[in-house]
């Protein structure tokens, strides 16, 4: 999954985002971006800043609070040969746009022998922060996992957020493109030239031999500062971010599981019929009679997303619970006395270097 050796220049996030939907625009006069204010002076958290003057209104433009009419204008125009980069400033109301994408966008190229393609990339946000409540903060990716049809990536690092997007944007099948909003402002080093980052392929961001903690979107973030807070017990944490999670890499998971014999996903969602509940299932379908090991999940509770700060400590996984909830996989029920004190706020390194 590397890309070409190239200059190391750090981006953030955002800036790897934007890069790419420049060069893409640039390269291709079929693709255009739509969405809530992706032409207004912040340019959706800087992803789109600037590409209305570069490559004009008819290219990257505003549209109205009618998410499933404007999915619908993204699929027909996808149908008649444009690549249409459709940006929704929150997941939740991709919910406005369930029969759109799962009906129509998804079936297309199966119900016509693949006569038809759909090649739409629908960005989507989500992710808390400043208090953004129940129907705000939500992830529904395993809504869209559970489609044939649909293809769904939430990369982590600036690198793979860059690849991934291009990788969709060049893709002949609907990609529903999954960003945490608290990921914007990270920074990594991001290769100038186009590359793609190709789907069903884990990344492995640290090795270790103790435990596996498989973590999506932003909980990579708080599963490397757990792993910090881990090697101070002398426990090893092996970190994989699926950055595909349909089509799923449950090969590089499994293998890991059977050096570690432990797994532990950490999901940025809820736990019932969800992500985390598949990749567990499938890495016991394929390593049952094999190897013995022992799971567990982490997510959201069962309740809607709250608002205030501290009942966000308490919802959300934190490098705190991740770290406890790993020793506890690795010592079992008879764990020593851990506590720790506080969230490990340390850099995270690993998003720094070239993979």
């Not at 069962?302 to 490098?319: D, G, H, K, N």
Request: charged content about 20%; proline content about 6%.
């Amino acid at each position: 999954m590397s890309s070409p050796n190239s200059d190391e220049r750090v981006l953030t996030y955002a800036q790897a985002i934007a890069e790419a939907i420049q060069q893409e625009m640039a390269r291709d006069p079929d693709v255009f971006v739509m969405g809530q204010g992706v032409d207004d002076a912040k340019g959706m958290y800087g992803t789109t800043l600037g590409l209305h003057e570069e490559f004009g209104a008819d290219r990257n433009f505003d549209v109205p609070l009618a998410e499933d009419a404007m999915t619908g204008i993204g699929i027909g125009a996808a149908l008649a040969g444009l690549r249409p980069i459709q940006v929704h400033q929150r997941m939740d109301f991709l919910l406005l746009c369930m029969n759109q994408l799962v009906n129509m966008a998804a079936k297309q190229s199966y119900m016509f022998s693949g006569a038809h393609a759909v090649p739409l990339v629908v960005r989507a946000v989500i992710g808390r922060s400043w208090g953004q409540g129940a129907q705000h903060s939500q992830a529904f990716h395993s809504y869209f996992m559970h489609v044939p049809g649909l293809k769904v990536v939430a990369p982590t690092t600036p690198h793979d957020v860059k690849g991934c997007l291009i990788a969709a944007i060049r893709d002949n099948n609907p990609v529903v493109f999954v960003e945490h909003r608290m990921l914007y402002g990270f920074k990594g080093i991001v290769p100038e030239e186009a590359y793609e980052v190709p789907f069903g392929q884990a990344r492995r961001l640290t090795a270790g031999s103790d435990v596996t903690i498989v973590a999506i979107s932003h909980m990579v973030v708080e599963a490397l500062r757990a792993g910090h807070l881990l090697a101070e017990r002398g426990i090893g944490a092996e970190v994989i971010d699926p950055v595909s999670l349909a089509p799923l890499d449950i090969a590089t998971i499994a293998a890991s599981v059977r050096r570690t014999r432990r797994l532990l996903v950490v999901d940025n969602g809820w736990l019932s019929c969800g992500a985390s509940a598949e990749i567990v299932s499938q890495v016991v379908e394929r390593l049952q009679g094999e190897s013995t090991f022992r799971v567990k999940r982490l997510g959201y509770l069962a309740t809607p997303c709250p608002t205030t700060r501290p009942l966000e400590q308490i919802f959300y996984p934190t490098s705190r619970s991740i770290a406890l909830a790993a020793h506890e996989l690795v010592h079992g029920a008879g764990a020593p006395t851990w506590t720790i004190a506080q969230d490990d706020p340390r850099e995270i390194v690993e998003f720094k270097g070239p993979f």
